[in-house]
C-alpha cells in the first residue's frame, strides 16, 4: 500500500511507548540503523510470531547496528503486557490515533476474510541514520522476519 521507497526521506512522527514516553523520529538517527515495524495487534497469531522472531534473533540484529521500534495501534498498557509476556527487548509505540501509520502510508483499506475495512499493513522500514528510507519490506514474512532485516543490512553494509 505504501508508495515510500528506497531513496525517500522517512516520515517524522511524535508517538508515544509502551512507557508512556514520548518519543520520535530525531531521537533514534544518528545510530547505523533503524528499522521500524508496522503490525495489526499485540497478542494475535502472527503479529505474536513475528515479535518474538525479533526477540529471538536480537542478538544478530544487534550485530548488524539495528534498533527496532515496533508500532500498531494498540494502547500503551496493551503494549506492555504484549512486552512482558514475551519479553521483548524493545520498544513498541502506541498509534491509536494512526498518525504515524498514516504518515508511513501502511493504514488504509485491507481485505479480511471478506470484508474490507481500514486496517494496518504490516510493512517494515530500514531506515539509515541519516533519515532516508533504505528498503522497504513487505510483504513480511514473520517467521524469518529477523533473517529478512539482517541480509538487507549486510548487503546495504557493503554499498
Not at 104 to 124: C, E, L
Not at 152 to 158: F, P, Q, S, T, W
Request: glycine share 6%; charged share 25%; proline share 4%.
Amino acid at each position: 500500500m505504501t508508495t515510500l521507497q528506497s531513496g525517500d526521506a522517512a516520515p517524522h512522527f511524535n508517538s508515544i511507548d509502551q512507557d508512556g514516553k514520548k518519543v520520535s523520529l530525531e531521537d533514534y538517527l544518528k545510530q547505523n540503523w533503524l528499522v521500524i515495524y508496522f503490525y495489526p495487534h499485540d497478542m494475535t497469531p502472527t503479529c505474536t510470531v513475528q515479535a518474538c522472531n525479533l526477540r529471538d534473533g536480537w542478538n544478530d540484529l544487534e550485530k548488524a547496528g539495528v534498533t527496532v521500534l515496533g508500532v500498531s495501534e494498540d494502547s500503551e498498557k496493551k503494549h506492555q503486557k504484549f512486552i512482558d509476556k514475551h519479553n521483548l527487548p524493545f520498544p513498541l509505540l502506541a498509534d491509536t490515533t494512526h498518525e504515524v501509520m498514516k504518515a508511513y502510508q501502511v493504514w488504509g483499506p485491507k481485505k479480511f476474510m471478506g470484508r474490507i475495512s481500514d486496517a494496518t499493513h504490516r510493512t517494515t522500514f530500514i531506515i539509515d541514520k541519516t533519515g532516508i528510507i533504505r528498503h522497504v519490506i513487505h510483504p513480511v514474512k514473520s517467521k524469518k522476519h529477523t533473517e529478512e532485516i539482517v541480509e538487507v543490512i549486510n548487503e546495504l553494509d557493503k554499498t
